[in-house]
């Protein structure tokens, strides 16, 4: 039996294990080639202290004490006490060796490992442990002592950083799904472990892709079977309704033909037995369309309880992944002299196994956090008035269509005012702002990088690497956490979450002809804004919602969709109210269509990450929909807004739009060329801008819609070719269509137009026949969407 | 003295017995199993049977074994900020989510807008980690042509590694263009990165 109760912790240890271990490869030989770049650092330290909190759940104390001292030396780097000499990265990476084979070991082959590696581990320590001028590196001009002398860590305020499982800053594949990214980086400890132990298998089988299995309770897979085995039988009776339907129709043909025929003959007689024969069949038409309701309604039962079935299989008790915990808690309780009762509740709680796999790390932290910080001595516990013993807990429920997690001790709790002089050490706040803060505002620092500061490092807490992967984790799932405290009662972290990634309830919505969703739980609300009553401020449109302004943006225009359905031509806005309560935006829509349950599908690696997407979903309808990340919207929306590249929906963005004619700028340093393409193009119903030169153009198509750019070459400031190449630089600008009409007509000159990635070439001859207005309408169409 | 009729029989059966058992001479098994696997493999090569489909106008094939599945046009979403052409989008068929492209795009064609929306068919090239799906006007046939009448493409048809064009596949009811599907694969690779 696993020494784990038979939970796959191990499993995710070996997960954990590929993921950060691909994050040290690549760091360290990125360090390696750049030392002075200190920014794989970060990622290397959450890396080092993510193996190291993993290896402390399943008992691995020389990886922790490895990953402990490979995280000490990260750090010293990051300070600049030591420079990263390639002896240093050596030693590092064979670190990650060592630590990278356990990716490939089975948890019985875990005392051989130690075994084996014992002394290998303890030289690399204490290689890792010699002091910085050692080091055969040519290390600053810096006084050693002046270096020992820096401050470790400012004083402690409130418990630093735990054991984290959480996945780095980087997005990492699936736990349980190594990728071929992750393979390929462990491929690297190979060589050099191979010298160190036989018995390990090569690292390099890693990169065999492996058959992800899942354990499905075995109830659950027959009644999916059931339901499987039922839908096939039901789909079997569809044949039987054609044959019926077919033969109804050459019934229905031959009926129609004898009563045309008697009619001409007026046959009476004939006429009878034809309607007659109309009757029978209006009879077996009724019987078959109840018969097909039956069928219908039979599938679409059968179809949804396999549906709830397979999604239920992917549910777990929330107890797997509390497995580890008690055993943690004794071990770090008793080493710090402390006594600690600890409970758990709704262990039989059901939740997605990659929600569990994720919660892994930030109960990791939070448990260890509260034990090590939160949690007083016994006789600082007797001197308070409390019993000797603390009390910790861990509970679970499903609250409102959520998980919430809620992790309580009542130990010695948070000291707001010391929070608030930390905020002000650290030049967070100036003092005068820190002053008004509330503790509910003064607990929301400890979730930033890097704020938490113990006196002490020890490998159980202290660097800050902690309490903002554990928000960052929270939110990348779509959770939130937040923090209670009262000083000398205790602390309470409190986790809602999802209680699956595998389906959503989203707002699926019409943007540009195309739909788009939005998980619920990530938008504020949706509104039906009444044009007359949005309100300008400075030029933008923005419209008032629980007393607060919120500021109108136009999502085709965030989303590089040229071309839109606009359907805002009515008198109403269809608003999506995204952002937190002090910083909301909405984002205009064209239409709402509705709530669905969407199964998240992950979007086709080769995508790459895609801006504001997530993953893809199929709707009700069986078309593919894309999910919105909206955490990523409202930074690409921040951003934006901050650098120009998105501008707030004005009125005559409004008005314009409203026309439901099509928008074409046309730049040329020429007044004559300018009137000329503008006339033309007006009179084809088309809604007409001008720019003098690329630079204007370049300012205006930012500023507005367009469906085409018409562009001359020869300008001032920005020739056509340079505008037209910054176009497409930009993916907003990607597709729109572009024209370029010019004097130029040599070969090259056309060639270096369509290179720089116009759509179309065209002297200004081409004025005088309809090849102009042809091209036009041959690339936005007519002038009416 | 005659031999009688069984006699001339057990005469053949042991001449023809002698005959089989013969020792073979090396060059003749080495000519007979080359030309048994010759025709065998001239028979059973896969990369002759076509998948006939047209796209404005113009008739093309790709390799039948290139071809992973042929389905009813579909809905195809845009994806914010990935609109370079010839990628188009996703598409969904049978629960997978497909990566869309424009293969009229790729071979540098104008879309036919009208043809006939009835007869349009999604066509779904490649593995799948590296599969492409793509909109063409109609879907002909499946055939087996013969290799020997391939002709090659027009001297106007650029020879280089992005040419999707293979060769000219001579037909009665008119020529198709044998297309490349790896290099239709590749560009459409390229828009997405």
Known sequence: ?785 | MTNSPSDNLADTKIGLTQLLARPIQNASLAQNTSDLAQERAHSLREEDTILLFRIGGERFALPANSVQNVFPSTTVRKVPHRTRPPFRGLCCYEGAILLTGLLHVVLDMPADENADLKLRRMIVIGSDESSWTFEVDAVDCIRKVDPSQFRNAPSTIPKNASSCTNCIIPMDDGDAMLLNPIAIQAIMERSIQ
């Open chain 1, 1 to 785: 039996m696993s020494a784990f109760g038979g939970f796959d912790l191990f499993e995710l240890f070996r997960a954990e294990i590929v993921a950060h271990g691909a994050s040290l490869n690549d760091g360290l030989l990125r360090l390696e080639q750049n030392p002075a770049d200190v920014h794989p650092i970060e990622s290397l330290m959450r890396a080092a202290h993510s193996i190291k909190g993993a290896s402390r759940v399943i008992g691995l104390d020389l990886a922790v004490d490895l990953a402990h001292h490979m995280e000490d030396c990260l750090v010293n780097i990051q300070k600049k006490i030591e420079v990263c000499g390639p002896e240093r990265v050596e030693q590092l990476l064979g670190g990650t060796d060592i630590l990278t084979q356990l990716a490939t070991m089975q948890e019985a082959d875990l005392p051989t490992w130690k075994s084996t590696h014992a002394v290998d581990i303890n030289a690399l320590i204490t290689a890792l442990s010699a002091p910085p001028q050692a080091m055969p590196v040519s290390v600053p001009t810096t006084n050693p002592v002046d270096v020992v002398e820096q401050p470790q860590s400012p004083p402690e305020i409130i418990q630093a950083a735990s054991e984290s499982l959480v996945a780095p800053i980087k997005p990492q594949p699936a736990p349980l799904a190594p990728s071929k990214s992750v393979v390929s980086s462990s491929e690297q400890p190979l060589k050099s472990s191979d010298k160190s132990t036989n018995t390990a298998k090569p690292v390099a089988a890693a990169a065999t892709p492996e058959v992800r299995t899942v354990r499905v309770n075995a109830e659950n897979l027959d009644r999916m079977m059931r339901l499987a085995g039922e839908s096939m039988v039901e789909g079997k009776r569809f044949p039987q309704i054609r044959r019926g339907l077919r033969e109804m129709k050459s019934q229905l043909r031959f009926a129609r033909d004898s009563f045309e025929s008697a009619v001409k003959r007026r046959d009476t007689a004939e006429i009878s037995n034809s309607l007659a024969r109309l009757a029978s069949i209006e009879g077996s038409l009724t019987s078959h369309a109840e018969f097909l309701e039956n069928v219908f309604r039979r599938t679409e039962e059968v179809g949804t309880k396999l549906y709830h079935e397979v999604i239920g299989s992917r549910m777990r008790p929330f107890g797997d992944v509390t497995a580890g915990h008690p055993r943690m808690i004794r071990d770090l309780a008793k080493k710090l002299g402390k006594k600690v009762q600890f409970d758990i509740e709704g262990s039989h709680v059901s939740v997605d196994r990659d929600v569990l796999a994720r919660l892994e790390a930030p109960l990791n932290h939070m448990l260890r956090n509260a034990i090590d910080h939160g949690v007083e001595a016994p006789d600082a516990r007797l001197a308070a008035g409390k019993s000797e013993t603390a009390h910790l807990r861990l509970q679970a429920r499903h609250h409102a269509g959520m998980l919430e997690v809620r992790i309580r001790d009542d130990g010695r709790g948070i000291d707001p005012e010391r929070v608030r002089a930390k905020v002000i050490e650290k030049r967070l706040q100036s003092a005068d702002i820190a002053a008004g803060l509330n503790k509910t505002e003064l607990l929301e620092f400890l979730f930033l990088p890097g704020f938490s500061t113990a006196s002490q490092v020890t490998e159980v807490s202290g660097r800050g690497v902690g309490l903002d992967v554990v928000s960052q984790t929270v939110r990348e799932i779509g959770g939130t956490v937040r923090l209670e405290s009262q000083p000398g009662q205790g602390s309470e972290f409190i986790l809602s979450l999802p209680i699956t990634l595998s389906v959503i309830r989203a707002v699926t919505v019409l943007v540009g002809g195309e739909g788009y969703a939005f998980p619920l739980a990530r938008i504020e609300r949706i509104v039906k804004v009444e044009s007359a009553s949005l309100k300008s401020m400075e030029g933008r449109l923005a419209f008032n919602l629980d007393d607060r302004s919120i500021g109108l943006l136009r999502a085709n225009e965030l989303f590089g969709l040229s071309q839109t359905t606009d359907s805002n031509s009515s008198s109403v806005v269809n608003v999506v109210v995204l952002g937190d309560i002090d910083n909301p935006c909405g984002l205009v829509v064209d239409q709402f269509m509705g709530e669905q349950d969407l199964v998240v599908r992950k979007l086709d690696p080769r995508l790459g990450k895609t801006p504001f997407v997530s993953s893809a979903a199929i709707d009700d309808e069986g078309r593919a929909i894309l999910i919105m990340d909206v955490e990523d919207l409202l930074i690409g929306i921040r951003r934006g807004l901050s650098e120009g590249g998105v501008r707030g929906l004005d009125i005559a963005s409004l008005r314009r739009n409203s026309s439901g004619r099509k928008r074409v700028l046309v730049v040329d340093d020429s007044i004559t060329v300018r009137e000329v393409e503008r006339q033309m193009l007006t009179r084809l119903g088309y809604e007409v801008e001008t720019a003098v030169d690329g630079v204007d153009g370049f300012t205006q198509l930012k500023a507005g819609r367009f469906d085409l750019l018409v562009t001359d070459v020869d300008m001032p400031r920005m020739n056509g070719i340079e505008f037209v190449k910054a176009l497409r630089r930009e993916p907003r600008f990607a597709s729109l269509p572009v024209a370029i009409v010019s004097y130029k007509d040599r070969a090259e000159d056309r060639a270096a137009g369509m290179e720089a990635g116009a759509n179309a070439y065209l002297t200004k001859g081409s004025f005088q026949d309809q090849s102009f207005i042809q091209t036009i309408t041959d690339l936005i169409g007519e002038a009416q969407a």
